[in-house]
Structure formats: structure tokens, C-alpha cells
């Protein structure tokens, strides 16, 4: 199995119950979660060395943090105690028409105010045979745009093999933030993830005659952008995942991939997953089965198809982290999504 880093931020996670609004909670469910530490929790599942890097308080909700990715077997030697704060997200998840809504409390946190020089960089890559960010980690912070470029370059100096989940975020940066930051980033990136709102907001680039909020897809606009962003970054894969938002319970799931260098262009098979359970570390999910598939040597398709089984299932469990198995991805992958009890 392969070694795989990760690094970005872990969260307190406070979602109200039964699909309740804030203002009705008078209590929240409580997980940690965020975007590269459910990838490396996937990961660590498949059956992969899966190592976190981040800073946490020297506290003990910095330690119920770490314990909740030791729990999934995720490697937390190079995590920093460091900083004043975890961050926090609070969860209000939708219902049919209705949306669900985010709010975010992590300013100041600590991977936001933690710096190269609380890693070493050269330990954590030795014998890594990947890497993995997200574009919500340098969005929380300039200081936090610094440690992400060192980990980079520290990265690609070890010839390990790195990709972007691009994951644009409006309530924490801007777009044109974004783009100027981000697009200096892809000159360490390999294997580019998004979906349609990230390529456009974070890199430019607009899918044709394509509108989620309607369930429409035009798969020939997603096939240019795709040429375009291996012409001009040289990425050796392009994916997205492509989520048809029919209302907040019911989405039409899929994906599309290409190969940078044949730009032969691939289109998973669909899932209708509905009733939504717990849509946040879909794409999470959907990243880490991408990573997993490569690793694994699938071809291009086999690839794109096990990381689109493994983020319909995550639809279906509660709390950020995809608490599935290989056995679980490989049977709905084959055809298998009956549902039926197994006994």
C-alpha cells in the first residue's frame, strides 16, 4: 500500500439534529472533520498509510481532534501543538427545497497562524508516495498560503506525486483571491480535482450551457475547460465530480475525468442518491477514492468510477469522515446498490 500526506484543518463539528434550523436547536451533534483530514480518513480505510499534518491547541479539544483520526487509524505524528483554537463550523443541514447552511468560527485558529517552521517538511515526505491539499486551507489565511507553497515545494523536491481538491469557498476569500494565489499553486499540482463552481471561481475557467442549480449538465463544456486546464497547467489528470442538485435531499451523482497527455476524456456512470443523509465530505470522498484508484493502478475509468461509488455511499453517513470499506465501494461499483441487509 502506498503513503499517502495530508494537510489542511480539523474542526469541531456543531450540526443541529433532524434537520432542525439553529434557531429551533437547543442541542448539537458534535464530529471533527475537514476537507484533507477526511480525505486521509478514507485513505487510512482503503488500507493506505495515511499521515495528517496540521496544528492543533495544546488542549484537550485539540486532543479529542487528534483522537478522532487515530480512531481511523490516520497517522498523527507530524501534527503541531500550536496556536490558541480549534476551528469550528456550525451545520444546519437542509431538507428537500430547502439548503443547508454553513457558519464558520475559526478565525485565529491554529493552523491559521502556524508556520513552515513547525514542520519538517523533508521528514514528513520521506518515502510519501503523495500528497493532497485542498484550496480551503490557504483561504483561511496568509500565514496559511505560506505553509501551504513550503509543504509544496518540499513536496515536488521529494518527487512525490501532488493533487488539489480546488474547493472554492466565497465565505472565506474572495475569487479573485482565489485565482492569484491558487493559480501560482498549480505549478506543483499533478492531479487537479474540482467541480464546476471551483474551476470557475478558482482558475478561470467556465463549463458552457451548464447550470447545477437546474440539473443540467453539458458534458462538451466540461471536455473543453478540461483542454484548456492541461494546456495551460500541464496536469497529468483533470476530474470532476458532477452534482446535480435537484433539491438539498435528492442529487443526481457522477463525474467526469481526462488524461492530460491523450485527452481521452471518460463519464462515470450516474447514482441517484436520495434521501441525502449527509451531503458535507462528498467531495472529500470523492477526492480520496480518486487518489485510492490511481494508487491502486486502475486505468482512468476504473479510477473514476470507484472514487464515484465511494462519495454516493458518503451521502448516506452522518458526520464529515466516509466510513466505508473497499468491500463496500467495490460491490456498489459493481452493480450492486441494492441496499438489501447483509446477513
Not at 442518491?273 to 490511481?294: E, H, Y
Not at 451521502?315 to 446498490?337: C, K, M, Q, S
Request: aromatic share 10%.
Amino acid at each position: 500500500m502506498a503513503k499517502v500526506v495530508t494537510m489542511g484543518e480539523i474542526m469541531l463539528r456543531l450540526s443541529t439534529p433532524n434537520n432542525e434550523k439553529f434557531i429551533q436547536a437547543d442541542e448539537f451533534d458534535v464530529n471533527y472533520g475537514g476537507g484533507e483530514a477526511n480525505v486521509a480518513v478514507s485513505l487510512a480505510n482503503y488500507g493506505h498509510e495515511a499521515d495528517f499534518v496540521t496544528a492543533v491547541p495544546a488542549n484537550p479539544i485539540g486532543d479529542c481532534a487528534v483522537a478522532a483520526l487515530r480512531k481511523y487509524n490516520v497517522g498523527t505524528k507530524h501534527i503541531a501543538r500550536s496556536g490558541e483554537r480549534l476551528g469550528i463550523y456550525f451545520l444546519e443541514t437542509g431538507s428537500a427545497m430547502r439548503a443547508s447552511n454553513v457558519v464558520y468560527d475559526r478565525a485565529h485558529s491554529s493552523i491559521s497562524t502556524a508556520t513552515p517552521d513547525e514542520f519538517d517538511f523533508d521528514e514528513i515526505f520521506k518515502d510519501a508516495d503523495w500528497f493532497h491539499f485542498t484550496g480551503i486551507t490557504p483561504a483561511v489565511s496568509d500565514a496559511a498560503i505560506e505553509l501551504t507553497e513550503a509543504a509544496l515545494k518540499a513536496a515536488k523536491k521529494a518527487g512525490v506525486t501532488v493533487s488539489v481538491d480546488l474547493n472554492f469557498r466565497k465565505k472565506l476569500w474572495s475569487s479573485e483571491k482565489a485565482q492569484r494565489v491558487m493559480t501560482n499553486f498549480m505549478q506543483y499540482v499533478d492531479v487537479c480535482i474540482g467541480n464546476e463552481e471551483d474551476a470557475e471561481k478558482v482558475l478561470g475557467f467556465k463549463a458552457a450551457e451548464t447550470d447545477v442549480t437546474k440539473g443540467e449538465l453539458n458534458l462538451a463544456g466540461y471536455e473543453d475547460i478540461f483542454n484548456q486546464m492541461c494546456d495551460k497547467f500541464g496536469f497529468k489528470y483533470v476530474i470532476s465530480s458532477l452534482r446535480q442538485s435537484y433539491s438539498a435531499s435528492n442529487n443526481g451523482w457522477s463525474a467526469c475525468i481526462m488524461d492530460g497527455k491523450t485527452r481521452e476524456f471518460y463519464h462515470s456512470k450516474t447514482y441517484s442518491v436520495t434521501p441525502i443523509v449527509d451531503r458535507v465530505g462528498g467531495g472529500d470522498s470523492f477526492a480520496a477514492g480518486c487518489i485510492c484508484g490511481l494508487l491502486d493502478g486502475k486505468d482512468m475509468q476504473g479510477a473514476l468510477e470507484y472514487a464515484v461509488a465511494a462519495s454516493a455511499l458518503k451521502h448516506t453517513i452522518p458526520g464529515d469522515f466516509n466510513l466505508v470499506t473497499r468491500a463496500d465501494v467495490e460491490n456498489l461499483a459493481g452493480g450492486d446498490g441494492s441496499g438489501r441487509v447483509q446477513r
